[in-house]
Structures are given as C-alpha cells and as structure tokens.
C-alpha cells in the first residue's frame, strides 16, 4: 500500500513552466505505474502522462512535447514539468500509483488529492 500526496501547484502566465510532485510513501516505489490525470470542473478525469517501472513514458496527444514525467526512486518522488502551458491545461491535477496487477485488472489503484494548476494572465 502506498500513499501519495502532490505538490507544486500554482498560479502561472500563458507560455509559462511549472512542475508539480507526487511524493510517495510506502514500500515498492519502484515497482508501480505513476500516472498524472487532470480534471476540470464539469468533466471527467483526463489521463495526462504515465511512466512505468521501467521508466517508459506516456502522454496524451494534447501535452506531448510540453510535458514530462519523470521519477527520483531516491527520493519517491514523481515529477510532471509542464512547459509552454495554455490556459486549456488549468485543470486540478492528479497522481496515481497502480501495481502491474491493478493495471492489467483494470483496479483503480491509488489516487492522490491533487493540485490545483491555474494558467492565466
């Protein structure tokens, strides 16, 4: 069982770069899926990025080549550095951890609380 909590959300211009982390508590880091998801009042949750134990990464069309995922197995921890953010990415953002059994039976894994990412002028 892990516990995840998010940080770094904030305020930023159009064009502007923020990075958000999701520092994890527990055993295993190393051996879950991370994925970020945002949602926006009114909306389902979107998936954003993913990288998996073995560091492979995934994004969503809409922030591929703006967005990267990465980890610090050292420190648990899970980064999403946002560039070139629009105000479309202002959104609450989400960590999630799955084990590979959640993710390949489809289980919900563990969610963080978020972090609220507002882009505007």
């Known amino acids: 069982q892990v516990q995840l909590e998010e940080s770094g959300g904030g305020l930023v211009q159009p064009g502007g770069s923020l990075r958000v982390s999701c520092a994890v508590s527990g055993s295993g880091f190393s051996t879950y899926i991370y994925s970020w998801h945002r949602q926006t009042p009114g909306k389902q949750r979107e998936f954003v990025a993913s990288?998996?134990?073995?560091?492979?990464?995934n994004y969503a069309d809409s922030v591929k080549g703006r967005f990267t995922t990465s980890r610090d197995i050292p420190k648990n921890t899970v980064y999403l550095q946002m560039n070139s953010l629009k105000p479309e990415d202002t959104a609450v953002y989400y960590c999630?951890?799955?084990?590979?059994?959640?993710?390949?039976?489809?289980?919900?894994?563990?969610w963080g609380r978020g972090t609220q990412v507002t882009v505007s002028s």
């Open positions: 999630r951890a799955q084990s590979y059994d959640d993710y390949r039976w489809g289980r919900t894994g563990y």
């Open positions: 990288i998996n134990g073995g560091a492979g990464t």
